[in-house]
């Protein structure tokens, strides 16, 4: 079984790091940065310009956690 194939204990994505993505170093796509800015209102925060792919998925991770709408914010 792949890093990238359902955990069968959680039934979650055994997802890879963002760290660890061949692209990661690539410019956020227009999709990551839309949705930053959706969750970086919610929480009150702001989105800090040129993010890398994978600096942008750790930033919607931790945004998401402090979002009234998604997590415990």
Partial sequence: MSDDTNDQTTGRSAAK???DWVTGEEPATGSQLSYLQTLAQDSGTDVPEQLSKADA???IDELQNQSPRLGDG
Avoid: G
């Fill in 17 to 19: 790091d963002p760290s």
């Fill in 57 to 59: 998925s750790k930033l």
